[in-house]
């Protein structure tokens, strides 16, 4: 009994240090959808862009014209006359995680029942040929 529960410790620790969470980059993209989450809090209920409060367009997936979804919305970037200009998406599917940023010029909200989703003409391929952003050097651009 007691070799089992010393193994199943063993075991508890070895994953517990393999945590993803410890690298450099799942440490940066954590930051950035904790920054992100904390700015739409304060941000309340004030229309973001596209007639979405910045809780909606978090929350919200960005999908093909066909509906697949294409990836996840991360954290809003604002120009510099303080409105939303990009997005920051992570691209779905991608590995290692690749994160773009998609203007918001050009997006459709699509609602379907409660569910609200980000409709963009572009392609997964043209998304992926757009430059990565790499959170470890940039403050994730929040733009705040």
Known sequence: MNRALFALACSAVLITGCNR????????????EHDAEAAAA????????LGLTEVQLLEADLVGG????????????RGPDGSVSQLLIEIEDSHPDKFVHVPVAG????RKGNDTDLSTTMTREQLNALPSVDLTKTQGASGT
């Open 42 to 49: 304060a941000a309340g209920p004030t229309p973001a862009a």
């Open 21 to 32: 969470a410890d690298s450099p980059s799942d440490i940066a993209e954590d930051k950035v």
């Open 107 to 110: 997006l459709q909200v699509v």
């Open 66 to 77: 066909n509906g697949v979804e294409l990836g996840d919305v991360k954290s809003l970037v």
